[in-house]
T-cell receptor, first 116, second 114 residues
Framework: GAGVSQSPSNKVTEKGKDVELRCDPISGHTALYWYRQSLGQGLEFLIY????????KSGLPSDRFSAERTGGSVSTLTIQRTQQEDSAVYLC??????????????FGQGTRLTVV | AQSVTQLGSHVSVSEGALVLLRCNYSSSVPPYLFWYVQYPNQGLQLLLKYTSAATLVKGINGFEAEFKKSETSFHLTKPSAHMSDAAEYFC????????????FGKGTMLLVSP
């Protein structure tokens, strides 16, 4: 596709259930990011994949959160035993991943997660 | 470590008035700086970026920003606001040394009244 694609666009889940959020980055982009956007909190960095390097997981808020990127392309963010405070919009972005950090990150439209 | 501060969670202007959205950064090395815009129920779109070339950067939709190292600022301006500019604006910083993530400010909602 032409842009970053995220699915589902909306997800309502019951507290305690596991959820998987998917991100299809732009073809050829080596860097992939996950951010969480909550009201009044701005964009909170979660995890960063760059090529074949070990991901930067420093932003994951708890061990209930994990992410993987298969074949350097599609990424899945998994939240186990969801809590109400996990309700947010989860944004994925990809970029060419310049070592100089000056390339534009392209964002998907996000997955709105609601935990009830 | 890097950080971004955006002064004012909401800014209101009249159509045709000057838009000024403030962004200050903290970085241990000269940074790269970005402004993104988010329209309702959309992802983020790049408006402009500073990557150590010209300090006055022009972006899309008539926006521009000036990098001022002495003030550690990268404020976003537009001479004349349009109704269509109403959106949330995010300032972000990345490091020029090695691969790095983007660190975002908390965003400023721009409200434009007729």
């Amino acid at each position: 596709g032409a842009g970053v694609s995220q699915s589902p666009s909306n997800k309502v889940t019951e507290k305690g259930k596991d959820v998987e959020l998917r991100c299809d980055p732009i073809s050829g982009h080596t860097a992939l990011y996950w951010y969480r956007q909550s009201l009044g909190q701005g964009l909170e960095f979660l995890i960063y994949f760059q090529g074949n390097s070990a991901p930067d997981k420093s932003g994951l808020p708890s061990d209930r959160f994990s992410a993987e990127r298969t074949g350097g392309s599609v990424s899945t963010l998994t939240i186990q035993r969801t809590q109400q405070e996990d309700s947010a919009v989860y944004l994925c972005a990809s970029s060419l991943g310049s070592p100089r950090g000056n390339t534009e990150a392209f964002f998907g439209q996000g997955t709105r997660l609601t935990v009830v | 470590a890097q950080s971004v501060t955006q002064l004012g969670s909401h800014v209101s202007v009249s159509e045709g008035a000057l838009v000024l959205l403030r962004c200050n950064y903290s970085s241990s090395v000269p940074p790269y700086l970005f402004w993104y815009v988010q329209y309702p129920n959309q992802g983020l779109q790049l408006l402009l970026k500073y990557t150590s070339a010209a300090t006055l950067v022009k972006g899309i939709n008539g926006f521009e920003a000036e990098f001022k190292k002495s003030e550690t600022s990268f404020h976003l301006t537009k001479p004349s606001a349009h109704m269509s500019d109403a959106a949330e604006y995010f300032c972000a910083v990345s490091s020029p040394r090695g691969y790095s993530t983007l660190t975002f400010g908390k965003g400023t909602m721009l409200l434009v009244s007729p």
